[in-house]
């Protein structure tokens, strides 16, 4: 589900660097017909089709579009309201973001079916240009541990009842795509087999959940966690906690917030080093005011502002980031050491596998849908295709 625009014009995107990012095409093209990628390849052997209209990438370098699977809003616009999504795709998608997760905080259950409803209906029609292909949605509880709940308050949660997730994927139309459950709750284990039994993808998250009752989690079909060692279980070397357990099992994907505030340098290291490319996911976790200055919006039934650079509550606590992926990508090359194919690999490849997306998600191939991002050499966006069709900046 997106914002469907027609692509026209035959373009040949020339002389960059190519990072698919399996491979690495160092003087490449990349020939986009009808919203596809008709060929890529080196850029002295690519055929140029007659009319068709070049683009120098001299000195940039062409990545796939970023996949955000845990993203609030952005741009001074909030996901949880109706009235506010395609400004928040559109903010991130002039950042690099090509399909995303609009991700719901938990609220009360019959607020929370009309709000999935709600995004279930697709971009309104504003002719606002591409924006990001949404390939369902992240509910971010409500069955979280209330001592884990963090900046996403208690006000939402809510304990596990038989039919409660089926009602809700039916209020989203089929489309809820992930949910942070923390397994250790009363009846949250049955939960995890009910959420499977939805369709849905179960995620270990604002959990105090051991090591052991992770594993447990884990065995019974988790198999991926919301923004490792936030909100979670911390280390303890008698006590190590599902944070640790996530970690070593080689079947569970990790999410990072890689802002340089969430997760200490040497933190990022460690579980890249644990992880690899492939089990290490990078995403936003983006505030409503990612992008804007100081100011102050509601969360979670308490106030969150912005101050200093960080999006922090009432207690002082952070309350989600207020990056883009391309900012997470960004730290994780230039902050971390991490180098660039994998880092790519972690905003791109790795999250579209997780989901399970087709027609080339996350990577650049011939066939595949062109969602390109043009990155200058120091790493920052400077174009955008969605479908072929580039995402205007406004002036």
């Known amino acids: 589900m997106g914002r469907i625009e027609k692509a026209e014009k035959t373009l040949v995107l020339t002389h960059g660097k190519i990072l698919t990012p399996l491979d690495v095409i160092p003087d490449g093209a990349l020939l986009v017909e009808k919203g596809k990628i008709a060929a890529l390849g080196e850029a002295a052997n690519l055929p140029v089709p007659p009319g068709a209209t070049r683009i120098d990438c001299t000195g940039k370098i062409m990545v796939p579009g ?21 400004g928040a795709a559109r903010y991130h998608a002039l950042h690099g973001t090509t399909s995303l997760l609009p991700t719901v905080r938990p609220l009360p259950l019959p607020e929370l079916e009309e709000t999935l409803a709600c995004l279930a209906s697709g971009y309104p029609g504003t002719g606002d240009g591409p924006l990001p292909y949404l390939p369902g949605f992240n509910l971010e509880g409500p069955y979280l541990n209330p001592q884990r709940a963090g900046a996403l308050g208690k006000d939402g949660l809510a304990k596990p009842r038989p039919g409660a997730v089926r009602a809700l994927q039916e209020a989203a139309s089929g489309r809820i795509r992930l949910m942070t459950i923390a397994p250790e709750i009363q009846g949250g284990m049955k939960a995890v087999s009910e959420i499977l039994d939805a369709g849905i993808l179960p995620v270990l998250g604002h959990s105090g959940a051991s090591f052991e009752e992770a594993q447990a989690a884990f065995d019974a079909g988790v198999r991926h966690v919301t923004h490792l060692f936030n909100a979670m279980t911390g280390f303890h070397h008698r006590n190590p906690g599902c944070a640790v357990a996530a970690l070593l099992d080689p079947g569970v994907t990790v999410e990072v917030i890689a802002d340089g505030r969430h997760l200490h340098e ?58 883009t992926l391309a900012d997470a990508f960004r730290h994780l090359v230039e902050k971390i050491g991490i180098p660039l194919a994998e880092a790519l690999s972690m905003m791109t490849l790795a999250p579209a596998r997780l989901l399970g997306l087709s027609e080339g998600k996350g990577e650049l191939l011939p066939g595949g849908d062109a969602d390109v991002v043009v990155l200058s050499g120091t790493l920052e966006v400077e174009r955008v295709l969605i479908g072929g069709v580039e995402v205007e900046r406004r002036r």
């Open 266 to 323: 040497a933190t990022l290291r460690m579980i890249h080093r644990l992880k690899g490319a492939g089990g290490m996911i990078g995403v936003s976790d983006a505030v409503p005011l990612s992008g804007k200055g100081e100011g102050s919006f509601r969360m979670g039934g308490e106030e969150v502002t912005i101050r200093q650079g960080a999006a922090v509550n009432a207690s002082g606590n952070l309350a989600g980031s207020r990056i």
């Open 66 to 86: 970023f996949v955000d699977l845990h993203v609030h809003g952005g741009g001074g616009f909030d996901f949880n309201d109706a009235g506010g999504w395609t």
